[in-house]
Every structure is written in structure tokens, then in C-alpha cells.
């Protein structure tokens, strides 16, 4: 077993709200997400296991979505969108600046392991472009000197201290059930978190 009691406790929960089991498996990814960081290959193996399905049905799953991640990924996640809006409105620079302030290649993780930084498609949020989003919290639309307070705030920058892990925090979210925990959420609570 690579999941914990605690999470194989609310994945049976999961199993047993819904009328298919494959509606369980997005929800239990992100909590195998939650825990180990990204969608291990033995967490997904697991997940099918226990919702009776086979290993394919839950990578299709996970290979779907984005924000489910089937790579190891640093302890905060920064997706800048160079879509269409963002484009015309500079993404394309603030992507290179950004990935020269955390010395990360695109596509990449900090040498550190703070962050990773990825270039994305549309995010959904044009009316803010250009726009990042960090453990999928949006900001925008951001200036370079936005960018600059945005890092810093996020602890972001390479040497800022030690940093939550922004990815496990945000995916217990994500998951639906972060209300079985005592801690306040990241992603849907406090209206939007620092969006800008
Ligand atoms: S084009 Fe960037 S959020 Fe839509």
C-alpha cells in the first residue's frame, strides 16, 4: 500500500457517493496528489484497485488533466499562460522573466526543488491577461513589477526560506473533501486566496 489509512478512508468514501465509480477517480487523484506529491504510477494502481477499475481507466484520468501531475513537480507549481490574450498583452517576455527571477527552466524545477514553472494554454482567465496561476490560485493582469511582489510573497525566489508545499495544500482542495481536515483551504476559501 502507498496511500495512507487516511486516504484510502475517504477514497471508499468517494466510491460510495457516487453511482460510477469512474466519477470517483479525478477526486482520488487529487488526493493522491494530496499526499504524495504528484500521480505516482502505484498510487494510480492503488486507486484502481480500490474503485474496481482498471490501471488504464484511471491513467486516462490523469493523463486528461493538467493539473494533475505524472511528474514529480516542486512544492509550489507556477503556470504562466501564453495563450492568445496573454500573448498579445506580453506573456511571452513574462515568461522568460519569470523563469530568469526563479532560475527555473520552463518546463522544469528550481534546483532548490521550490518550484516548478510551466507555460500552459488558455487558463480560462482572458479578462486578466496576462496572468499566472500558482497552485492554481490566478493573478493577473500582471506588470513585471506585479511579478516582482508576487514572487516575493509566494517565497518564491531561489534562498526566500522554507516554503509550504503549495501543491499537496491546493490538491487536498482540489480533492472536495479538504472540509475532513482542520486546516482552512487554499483554493476555494477566503474568495480566490491573493488573486489580484
Ligand atoms: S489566453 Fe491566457 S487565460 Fe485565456
Redesign the pocket.
Known sequence: MTLSEAARAKIALLKSRYPERKSAVAPSLYLLQAEKGYCTPEGMEEIAEMLDLVPADVLATASFYTMLYKEPVGRKVVDV?T????MVNGSDALLDYISQKLNTPVNGVSPDGRCTLHHVE?????DR?P?VQIDFRAFGPLTFADVDELLAAEKLLPDSGPVENGVEESSLDLSGLSHLTDRKPLVNGNGGGHER
Open positions: 499562460c495563450n492568445l490574450a496573454c488558455c487558463l480560462g482567465y482572458c491577461a496572468m
